[in-house]
């Protein structure tokens, strides 16, 4: 069975941290780009982060920039999304996916579809 599997959402107070993490199973996760995508309650899904398959590249939103940082263990076969200062409008379901194909970059991913998805983790920064 292939997928991704998100965990590390919870609950937070605003100005907390938190670290999400990606996991794949069925295939090898380290040989994609692989972004991170939210949705808030009633809202569009949007694009936070990528990072490449060897992992020399990232990429944030304008909305993670400074706050967030992606990162990756490919011995551990793992992405991570660690957050920093969070706020209430960080509040979504996060979601791990992979480019379409082993040749799509983030710039690709970022821009078009991904490929495999998790079932996302709940984040909710409230006080």
């Known amino acids: 069975q292939v997928q991704l599997v998100e965990s590390g959402g919870g609950l937070v107070q605003p100005g907390g941290s938190l670290r999400l993490s990606c996991a794949a199973s069925g295939f090898s996760l380290r040989n994609y780009a692989v972004g991170w995508f939210r949705q808030a309650q009633g809202k569009d899904r949007e694009w936070v982060s990528c990072i490449s398959s060897s992992g020399d590249s990232t990429y944030y939103a304008d909305s993670a920039k400074g706050r967030f940082t992606i990162s990756r263990d490919n011995a551990k076969d793992t992405v991570y999304l660690q957050m920093h200062s969070l706020k209430p409008e960080d509040t979504a379901v996060y979601y791990c996916?992979?480019?379409?194909?082993?040749?799509?970059?983030?710039?690709?991913?970022?821009?078009?579809?991904?490929?495999?998805w998790g079932q996302g983790t709940q984040v909710t920064i409230s006080s």
């Open positions: 996916a992979t480019a379409r194909s082993l040749f799509t970059s983030c710039p690709g991913l970022i821009e078009h579809r991904g490929g495999y």
